[in-house]
């Protein structure tokens, strides 16, 4: 098929660049199978980021009033162009550019994506090919988004501008809020590249562009305080807000809360490794004396600012190589990282601290040693349990290698590192101290059914639960916890403490089924007609064989052991 003039002439005026678009050019095969010529002509009439009448665009166009309003509602439902209501109960249109702008209101209209995954493509292209060739040279805080840091954080002493806080927008808007699904994870399902993270409500739209998207459909109107509580929870999940950057301090159209492998903005400063292109105007600083080095902002760091390494007392001192930025380097596609997503290097040759290495979970202990030493004992339960949902089990049966490699013993002794995180974990015998973790998530209408109430079955249960997953154990004798109740002796481990464990799980609604054996009372095809959409196999290679599942194409099961 030939490409077409009248969509070439379009991309043209949107670009504002009087190039020969290719038929593999994002900028052009984003409306080549979308927009039609009538509609293509109206937004040739019309200038860039500018509010325009009707009367006047169809004079340009020489069509009536009513057939130009017609086309540039069709346009605005598409999200290439924008409704801009006056304060007379009149409306106008804005022509936005590419990005932030037309790509991100065309991913919300969901018929329309669903019809043309070709809009995806061509927003995950045309954000990655248009920055390289700006990407060394940006200067901070001077790209299409920027970075705007939590406002908990910032000192006081440092509040000199507030265009870099949340609430400063919130409050300026606090009448125009929309809220809409996440643009870049919708790209991300539609392209296939998937995450694990959902296309939430977690745009924040603001202004003229919030009252567009809600009179188009495509986001719905919230408070102040709705907004507000968007954002403390996108805090919680580890998320990173970002706010358009088009218009200088005085005016922004969204507030983005941004997930590291998501993000089509953050991969700008990712990809190029070149932060400048995201990052924030403030420093973050680390306080000594409050750090428990448990190393979850390494974790979470979306741009791999911050990195692990061990601080330990050496004969000789340990450098850290510096970071080469293209502030001071030459920059090419040799220091492009374009495997991001899973090349998320935080660690220094050198590792962690000997302790958490060695410990199987991966527990950050000399954290929670620090924290039970300050005597915040729940908080050092908190921070086993992102690691280890059992850790009252873990402290009676641990075989504690982590002591072997602690540093201490080059001095007298090693810490008795298990004795403390028993200490700690008994905690859960008691509900009135037990840590329930907070669900950040709702996803309660995907059911799971988990196959298997051991260790395994249990931890998948806590952390899907925790995810807000409706979850069903399915276990086939008549008490829970496979081998931590059948097969450990009670000398070894008490089974009240077992007990007391699970029960965490119940108050996060987990629901448990005991004497049914799938595969027997039950089987996978008549679980996924009472809706379940997911299985996590939590037994053993003979048992999986049972349920006659080894070798099948089950897409929707996953073997545990």
Not at 248 to 262: E, L
Not at 395 to 408: A, K, S, V
Not at 412 to 421: F, L, N
Request: charged share 25%; net charge negative; with cysteine.
């Amino acid at each position: 098929m030939s490409m077409r003039p009248k969509i070439i002439e379009m991309a043209q005026h949107i670009s504002g660049l009087k190039i020969d678009f290719t038929e593999n050019d994002p900028r052009y095969y984003v409306f080549a199978n979308l927009v039609n010529d009538e509609q293509a002509d109206v937004v040739l009439a019309m200038k860039r980021r500018n509010q325009e009448a009707v009367e006047d665009i169809a004079a340009k166009v020489n069509k009536s009033y009513a057939e130009t309003f017609e086309i540039c509602m069709q346009l605005a439902d598409m999200g290439i162009i924008e409704i801009k209501p006056q304060g007379d109960g009149t409306d106008k249109f804005e022509l936005p550019i590419y990005v932030p702008g037309i790509y991100e209101l065309m991913m919300l209209n969901k018929e329309q994506i669903e019809a043309h995954p070709e809009i995806a493509r061509a927003f995950e292209q045309y954000t990655r090919e248009i920055v390289e060739p700006v990407a060394r040279i940006m200067p901070m805080g001077n790209g299409a988004m920027r970075v705007i840091p939590v406002e908990s954080a910032i000192q006081a002493e440092t509040r000199k501008a507030p265009y870099e806080e949340l609430s400063y927008w919130l409050t300026k808007y606090q009448n125009h809020i929309g809220i809409a699904p996440c643009q870049c994870r919708l790209v991300r399902t539609q392209m296939g590249e998937g995450t694990g993270s959902i296309a939430e409500e977690l745009c924040i739209l603001l202004g003229a562009t919030a009252e567009s998207a809600i009179m188009t459909g495509k986001a719905r109107r919230i408070t102040k305080e709705e907004a507000e509580e968007v954002l403390l929870q996108a805090e919680k999940k580890g998320y990173m807000h970002q706010v358009t950057n088009m218009d200088g301090t005085n005016k922004i159209w969204a507030i983005c809360n941004c997930q590291r492998d998501v993000c089509l903005a953050l991969r700008t400063s990712q990809y190029f490794n070149t932060p400048n292109m995201s990052r924030s105007n403030y420093i973050a600083e680390v306080d000594p004396e409050k750090c428990a080095a448990c190393g979850q902002c390494v974790e979470t760091c979306p741009a791999n600012a911050v990195r692990l390494g061990q601080n330990l007392c050496t004969k000789e001192p340990i450098e850290y190589p510096l970071t080469p930025l293209p502030d001071d380097h030459n920059w090419g596609p040799e220091r492009y990282n374009p495997d991001f997503r899973e090349n998320f290097e935080n660690v220094y040759d050198c590792g962690t601290s000997p302790c958490k290495t060695t410990c199987p979970a991966h527990i950050a202990v000399q954290a929670y040693i620090k924290l039970a030493a300050q005597g915040k004992y729940l908080d050092a339960l908190e921070l086993i349990k992102k690691e280890n949902p059992f850790p009252a089990v873990c402290g009676r049966i641990c075989p504690h290698d982590c002591e072997n490699e602690c540093t201490r013993s080059d001095i007298d002794e090693p810490v008795a590192i298990d004795e403390i995180k028993k200490f700690i974990a008994d905690l859960e015998l008691n509900q009135e101290t037990r840590f329930v973790p907070e669900k950040l998530y709702d996803f309660s209408h995907i059911k799971i059914a988990i196959i298997g109430s051991g260790p395994a079955g249990l931890s998948c249960a806590y952390y899907l639960a925790q995810r807000g997953y409706t979850v069903t154990v399915f276990e086939k004798e008549q008490k829970l916890g496979g081998m931590l109740t059948l097969g450990i002796p009670s000398f070894r481990l008490e089974k009240d403490v077992v007990e007391a464990e699970i029960d965490v799980l119940h108050q996060l609604g987990v629901e448990f089924k005991c004497g049914v054996e799938v595969g027997k009372d039950v089987t996978l095809d008549e679980l996924r007609a009472q809706g379940y959409k997911g299985f996590y196999i939590a037994i053993g290679a003979q048992a999986g064989r049972k349920l006659n599942i080894e070798g099948e194409n089950h897409k929707d099961v996953i073997s545990g052991i």
